[in-house]
């Protein structure tokens, strides 16, 4: 039996491969970082060439750590940034265009004619999702409307759309030799164009946006072989496991039941909860979405509700203030204070995402007096994330009616202790990290490992996973009463920025 498998992460600032072993331990890592091309305020593009190219490396490197031949690899799973959309020609497998970043913002504009026209509600009952610059459906539209070529060669079949996870699975495939064109389940349910309840491309979605057919890849499972890597870096090596980031990250924390839920945080934070069989809709502005689905077994739906900055807030202090060298600079700084100093971030770079949904909002930073120095700024920082992380609970145990017991949190973040505590300690709930914490990898492991028969069923994957680390509330109730009443008052000071 080949000793391991391998998952392809590729994530908003890079773009890892991890080998695992049986225990879902991890046994080498490659990673690279990409460029974040920042055109005008609002714009974030990626160059996928230089992704695919990335690819190709991290996947070299991480087989030379362990000297791992191509038949000790069982199969390989796709893990991925979600929403960023790429359109490429098949005939030279060269893009027309940056893939337009998540993050992006360029369809403002159209996200207000829409809502002008049937508010922004008004696919959410097909789709599970509001009208936002978010999700892929708008940014493909924009690229077909505004880059030239594109929708006439989409309209003849040489030009397709993806997100990531189709773009290196069509190269890793055989690209312009014949590359397979495949999604899975949870990256399509975040295009805006799938039925949620068909797990098909949505004909009246497709006229609402006005996007060919043709262009778009075939929704498959999460969890089956879609193909075999061609490639020389993984030579017959199945590709079998596509999920979209968050989605991986909620397998690899083995939530399976109804209920389980695992906060990432990234760039962004990311709640998920798995709510089984069952298609919840949210009345609190969350996402309905796809939990996962393991080849011909049932699709597990969830709820998600997507913070747009938090680890990217800490990055753009560093990147764009200079106030830190290194990320984990923050957590030493913020220690240098008791509390925020009555300051509040509201870093609505990209709108406000869930549960407010605000497209018109930009960053704000609230309550600042002579008093407050750049230990209460790192602090506020911080602490946006465990608020914005709160919004998202408070609402998710509203639509959900189940009070969470304790959080699975995973991603870069989890490392700041200051963070984490407060994260307790404003939520009032236990919150817990696991062994493994690279939980979006492992979690397209999985997939690809149920797949080949590496891993026989969701039990043995349970076995695996263990606590980390175990943080408790301690804080007064009105102490935690008056802090978040402060960030509430900040939020609405974001609104109304963009007419
Ligand atoms: O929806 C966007 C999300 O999938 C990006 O995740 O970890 O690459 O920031 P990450």
Redesign the pocket.
């Known amino acids: 039996m080949s000793k391991y498998i391998a998952a392809i992460d590729q994530?908003?600032?890079s773009t890892r491969c991890i080998l695992f072993n049986q225990q879902g331990n991890i046994v080498s890592v490659g990673q690279k970082e990409h460029e974040q091309i920042y055109p005008k305020p609002g714009w974030v593009e990626h160059n996928p060439t230089e992704i695919w190219k990335n690819t190709l490396e991290v996947i070299a490197l991480a087989r030379i750590h362990v000297s791992a031949h191509a038949s000790d690899i069982a199969a390989v799973g796709i893990t991925?940034?979600?929403?960023?959309t790429v359109v490429w020609n098949k005939r030279t497998g060269k893009p027309y265009y940056n893939a337009l970043v998540?993050?992006d913002t360029r369809t403002t504009d159209l996200v207000a004619k829409y809502e002008k026209e049937g508010g922004l509600n008004q696919f959410r009952d097909i789709t599970g999702l509001p009208v936002s610059t978010?999700f892929s459906g708008l940014k493909l539209k924009w690229l077909l409307d505004n880059v030239e070529g594109i929708r006439e060669d989409a309209e003849k079949g040489e030009a397709i759309f993806g997100n990531m996870d189709t773009f290196l699975i069509w190269h890793l495939t055989g690209g312009t030799q014949g590359g397979i064109h495949v999604t899975d389940v949870t990256n399509a349910s975040?295009t805006q164009l799938m039925n949620l309840r068909t797990l098909q491309w949505d004909k009246s979605m497709l006229a609402a946006y006005n996007i060919p057919e043709i262009m778009l890849p075939a929704i498959k499972s999460s969890s089956e072989i879609y193909g075999y890597s061609d490639h020389e870096v993984l030579p017959g090596v199945p590709v079998a496991g596509d999920l979209?980031?968050?989605h991986a990250a909620l397998v690899g924390q083995t939530c399976f039941e109804p209920g389980m839920a695992k906060n990432?945080y990234?760039?962004?934070c990311?709640l998920v909860m798995n709510t089984g069989t069952e298609l919840k809709t949210s009345e609190n502005g969350l996402l309905t979405t796809i939990s996962y689905k393991f080849g011909d077994q049932p699709v597990q739906y969830a709820l998600e509700g997507?913070v747009a900055v938090t680890?990217?807030l800490v990055q753009w202090l560093r990147d764009n203030l200079g106030l830190i060298q290194n990320s984990s600079d923050i957590e030493p700084l913020a220690q240098t204070v008791e509390d925020n100093g009555g300051a509040y971030f509201v870093p609505a770079f990209s709108g406000l995402y869930a549960p407010y949904w605000r497209n018109d909002a930009r960053g704000v930073v609230a309550g600042l007096t002579r008093y407050v120095n750049k230990g209460h700024i790192a602090r506020a920082v911080l602490e946006a994330t465990a608020y914005q992380t709160a919004d998202v609970v408070k609402a998710m145990e509203q639509d959900s009616g189940i009070k969470l017991a304790s959080l699975r949190v995973d991603?870069g973040m989890v490392h700041n202790q200051l963070l984490m505590q407060f994260q307790s300690d404003i939520l009032n709930t236990q919150v817990v990290s696991p062994a493994v914490a690279e939980t979006?990898a492992l979690g397209a492991a999985y997939a690809a490992g149920l797949a080949v028969g590496y891993w026989k069923s969701t039990d043995d994957l349970k076995k695996n996973w263990a606590i980390a680390h175990t943080w408790n509330p301690d804080m007064p109730e009105e102490k935690r009463d008056a802090y978040y009443k402060g960030w509430k008052k900040a939020v609405t000071k974001s609104y109304e920025w963009i007419d």
């Open positions: 994530g908003t600032t991925n940034q979600r929403e960023t998540w993050q978010y975040r979209g980031d968050q990432t990234g760039t962004g990311f997507s680890g990217a991603g979006t």
